[in-house]
Nanobody, 115 residues
């Protein structure tokens, strides 16, 4: 069983920055595809970015150039640096781990951007 614990959310003004972290338990982290997803009120959960174990990334167009994902396999942690935040970035952000058929989600962390 894998547990994912997100941290770093909060309230920030438009144009500001936040850094999210997601710590994973277990031994499969380095071989897993890690992802950040978000869900705004009344909307479906959407992809923000994924990163493979080797560091290949895939960003949603809406965050390209503003958000940066990174991972530290020695610490079993993935990060999301969010810059130039906009009000439309307001959502609950979820960490995701995929390994083969296994798929795990964190509990989510709220990010609120005030305009």
């Amino acid at each position: 069983q894998v547990q994912l614990v997100e941290s770093g959310g909060g309230l920030v003004q438009a144009g500001g920055s936040l850094r999210l972290s997601c710590a994973a338990s277990g031994s499969i982290f380095s071989a897993s595809v890690m992802g950040w997803y978000r869900q705004a009120p009344g909307k479906q959960r959407e992809l923000v970015v994924t990163i493979t174990g080797r560091g290949t990334t895939n960003y949603a167009d809406s965050v390209k150039g503003r958000f940066t994902v990174s991972r530290d396999n020695a610490k079993n942690t993935v990060y999301l640096q969010m810059n130039s935040l906009k009000s439309e970035d307001t959502a609950v952000y979820y960490c995701n781990l995929r390994y083969g058929l296994m798929n795990y989600w964190g509990q989510g962390t709220q990010v609120t951007v005030s305009s």
